[in-house]
């Protein structure tokens, strides 16, 4: 199995002394022969026992850090047996406990980057975890992406030492692993159970409880860790349950798009929608994003949800067009796991295809923080595929984290969505009008759009007016709305009062 993992022989994984003493002991002999005759071959005989002995003293004493890594990692019954007596001995100060951690989503590193790739990221792994090791600790290999720690003498407050402990190995994750032709970026979750966490304690008992929260923390999203409790197997049913319910709402519509519009500062002119997912749950009532998409991102439905309301919005602007509606754009959020699909950029354009639309009038929404983290060699390729394709991309809450110019121009964006939490107070926040007027002053000198988003008053949308944001987005011009209430709102707005409907607010000063 070791040898699986690291991709090293078993031999020079142990880097034997032995062998290779032996490899170069005949020639030895031959040339002392040669050189001194008959004495150095006795001398040989009666010296070299003694080199043996000191080399394998040496290597006993120098290796075992080595050793314990070095050969095939424990089973689970072994570990378990390891554990049973760590816990049987007397006078033993401390708890035995276990970690587990695995890299998170596996199966998706295998598919952007092949066998290799996650051969990769196992034995680097691997390897890290080889470096990190305490001498009394023990390491096991439960199925080909799990390890389990073994951990002796873990004082009190336990809770603090794994947490802690914890932290460091995510930390192995924070360089990328490489397969010698990519740079592979991944995180690890995990799972942590001492004796005090399991109403009855045994070896198997404690790496069950470890494994059982690895699996709920990965479950719980990318990079998380989880500690044991009795009540974490209905916890994990519960999640299950959830995924069920969220798969179901979105195969039976009940999640679907409403409809924002995006305007001119002044109301005028409309610019576009932008589509937002809406949950409709029935005796509960429709539930914003917030409600859900932190399921649905757990869930790992976060895909599924976006072809429904990318279908949906093109679904619209066909809508839009066939009722003779000036619509130029619908805008889609994108999260950086469906940018991270390689085959993302040709599914969005088999459907614009499809729909008979062409790229320039869907506005890809990705937020700032996507754009930043630009070392996402996925993210990039799927970007700059969709901006070359003719898509708009909108940095969504823009001003919120840092993105470099040279990204800006390097993903061809369009148009920049300074954040909310800039919008809010605006009239009143003298250090915020200061920021959001060096936003709109950095759009104008790139020649990139800027809209405000989140402006609810007539105070805020009338100090963006005479700052020169051009566009808005928000309650003040009106709530999101289903697809057909966006019909009635045009019809409304278009005969010269679209902003006088029970779903707007009016935007005369």
Known sequence: MWTVITGLGRDVARGSAGTRLAAVLPLALLAGFWAAGESFLLAAAVGA??????????????????????????????????????????????????????IDDMPAIETRFGRDGRAAVRRGLAER????????????????????????????????TLLHLARRLQSLCDEPFSDGAARIFCTASLGLAAERHVSRPTGEALVAAAER?????AACGPGSVRIFSEGLASDQKDVRERARTLSDALETG?????????????????????????????????????????????????????????KQA?????????????????????????????????????????FGLPPERLVVEVLESVIADHHEDA????????????????LDDFGAGFTGILNIRRFNVSRIKIDRQLVSRLDRDKDQRRMVSALLSFSRKLGIEALAEGVETQAERRVLQRM??????????AKPMPLGETLNWLDMHEAGSGSQGANTTALSA
């Open 49 to 102: 026992p003694v080199v043996l002995g000191v080399v394998g003293l040496v290597r006993r004493g120098t290796g075992a850090r080595a050793g314990k890594f070095g050969t095939d990692p424990l089973s689970r019954s072994q570990l378990a047996a390891w554990l049973d007596a760590g816990m049987g001995q007397t006078g033993r100060r401390g708890q035995m406990a276990v970690l587990t951690i695995a």
């Open 129 to 160: 975890l080889r470096e990190q090791m305490r001498q009394d600790d023990e390491v096991a290999a439960l199925d080909d992406t799990m390890f389990a720690i073994g951990l002796r003498s873990i004082r009190a407050p336990e809770t603090e």
């Open 213 to 217: 929260a690895g699996d709920f923390a």
């Open 254 to 310: 009940e999640i679907f798009a409403w409809f924002q519009p995006q305007m001119s500062a002044d109301g005028e002119t409309l610019t576009g929608f932008e589509a937002l997912a809406r949950w409709d749950r029935a005796e509960d009532g429709v539930a914003a994003p917030g409600a859900f998409l932190p399921d649905i991102q757990k869930a790992g439905l976060s895909q599924r949800l976006t072809e429904v309301i990318l």
């Open 314 to 354: 093109l679904t619209a602007l066909n809508a839009w067009d066939a009722a003779g509606f000036d619509v130029k754009t619908v805008s889609v959020n994108f999260s950086g796991e469906e940018l991270r699909n390689p085959e993302l950029a040709d599914y969005v354009m088999w459907e614009l295809e499809r």
């Open 379 to 394: 993210i990039t390729r799927t970007l700059l595929a969709l901006s070359r394709s003719g898509c708009r991309i909108d």
């Open 468 to 477: 020169g944001c051009p566009l808005i987005q928000g309650y003040v011009a």
